[in-house]
């Protein structure tokens, strides 16, 4: 299928250069071979189905829309013109990093990305540094060169390459979808699923060789700061005050300019509810009377992961509540998912912000 004008216009402001937006042609997909990768020790297995049928007939919470803040788009474009950029040819650096990048190469990342702490990852494979043109963007472009991740993607950063492997296989076949469809995850089915097995091992081997590091900063707190929605994020709004959080997760950059230029460094700060930490971690480790399980059952020690389950400590709390939601919801329905789908059968919404903030709160 052609990509429409709207979504043109969306990807023209995510790559920031005309030969990204040649390259985009909207069409079937190739699939990728399917590999195989359990999820769980069979004892878990025995207990989720169990427990499953136990659950069956009771009433599920209701399904509340998928969140905005977890599932975050651009607005339209404003009439008024973009506040101005730097010279395109100046040279930019940040903190800590002997490396300069200009402009022009920062707008034109898609390909690409600047690397700022090359010390901080081993050396980057072509299809993480580079991608494939025209059809992969590099992988190192949304995820960063060391795998940390941002809200509107996901941190791979140490994540088993076998779970990888299986993720990108589920995107290929349409077993992994998302609740609301959001131009970063978009890409992701149509474009990165045309990665071949070669790349995509590559790319798994690669980011399950880097130690994830602290980047999430929680906050508990009842008001927050006015944020919108720019670049498939939350960011602050100048001048806009305070408000209350209600029932969100604010999850916002650090510094704005930093992470615009793409600064691997630079994190994130997460504003969640009082008293929701405490809340996440109580359904984390008793299950909350019958609610869900426990989480170490599968995720693991301190949640950091065992086997070829995925560490869920120190996560973006946006992409948690994503995938619980996702999990929930049955748009996640690889060979994975069917284990976390009697865990989020009867998660609220407030117990998914609560877990995620229980979650992003821990080292990784």
Same mark, same amino acid.
């Given at each position: 299928m052609k990509m429409r004008k709207p979504w043109t216009a969306a990807w023209k402001l995510?790559?920031?250069?005309?030969?990204?937006?040649?390259?985009?042609?909207?069409?079937?997909?190739?699939?990728?071979?399917?590999?195989?990768?359990?999820?769980?020790?069979?004892?878990?297995?025995?207990?989720?189905?169990?427990?499953?049928?136990?659950?069956?007939?009771?009433?599920?919470?209701?399904?509340?829309? /998928? !969140?905005? $803040?977890?599932?975050? *788009?651009? =607005? @339209?474009? +404003?009439?008024?013109? %973009?506040?101005?950029?730097?010279?395109?040819?100046?040279?930019?650096?940040?903190?800590?990093?002997?490396?300069?990048?200009?402009?022009?190469?920062?707008?034109?990342?898609?390909?690409? /990305? !600047?690397? $700022?702490?090359?010390? *901080?990852? =081993? @050396?980057? +494979?072509?299809?993480? %540094?580079?991608?494939r043109k025209p059809e992969v963007s590099a992988c190192g472009f949304c995820h960063l060169p060391n795998g940390q991740g941002r809200p509107e993607n996901s941190s791979l950063a140490g994540l088993p390459a076998a779970y990888i492997v299986q993720q990108m296989a589920d995107f290929s076949s349409g077993l992994r979808k998302p609740s609301k469809n959001t131009i970063p995850i978009e890409a992701m089915i149509t474009h990165e699923t045309e990665a071949n097995a070669a790349e995509v091992k590559a790319a798994a081997d690669y980011f399950s060789r880097i130690k994830p590091r602290p980047w999430i900063h929680v906050v508990e707190t009842g008001t927050v700061p006015k944020t919108h929605a720019a670049r498939w994020m939350l960011v602050r709004t100048a001048g806009g005050g305070r408000e209350p959080i209600g029932h969100r997760i604010i999850e916002t950059p650090v510094n704005l300019e930093l992470t615009e230029l793409r600064d691997d460094a630079s994190g994130f700060i997460a504003y969640v509810p009082v008293g929701s930490v405490e809340k996440g971690k109580a359904l984390a480790t008793t299950g909350g009377e019958g609610k869900t399980m426990n989480c170490e059952?599968?995720?693991?020690?301190?949640?950091?992961?065992?086997?070829?389950?995925?560490?869920?400590?120190?996560?973006?709390?946006?992409?948690?509540?994503?995938?619980?939601?996702?999990?929930?919801?049955?748009?996640?329905?690889?060979?994975?998912?069917?284990?976390?789908?009697?865990?989020?059968?009867?998660?609220?919404?407030?117990?998914?912000?609560?877990?995620?903030?229980?979650?992003?709160?821990?080292h990784p």
């Open positions: 995510l790559a920031g250069n005309d030969s990204f937006i040649r390259r985009i042609h909207w069409r079937r997909r190739s699939w990728l071979p399917i590999t195989a990768a359990s999820m769980a020790v069979c004892a878990f297995v025995v207990v989720a189905a169990a427990w499953n049928q136990t659950e069956k007939g009771k009433a599920t919470p209701g399904h509340e829309p /998928p !969140p905005y $803040w977890a599932f975050t *788009g651009n =607005p @339209p474009a +404003p009439a008024s013109p %973009a506040p101005a950029k730097p010279a395109e040819n100046a040279p930019r650096h940040v903190p800590g990093s002997r490396q300069a990048f200009t402009q022009r190469q920062i707008d034109a990342a898609a390909f690409g /990305p !600047p690397d $700022w702490h090359p010390s *901080g990852h =081993p @050396p980057m +494979p072509q299809i993480v %540094a580079h991608g059952m599968c995720h693991g020690p301190g949640l950091r992961g065992q086997g070829k389950v995925p560490s869920i400590a120190g996560r973006s709390p946006s992409y948690i509540v994503r995938q619980l939601y996702d999990f929930r919801s049955g748009s996640r329905n690889g060979p994975d998912a069917q284990l976390m789908k009697p865990v989020t059968a009867k998660l609220t919404l407030d117990d998914m912000i609560s877990l995620a903030a229980y979650l992003a709160s821990l």
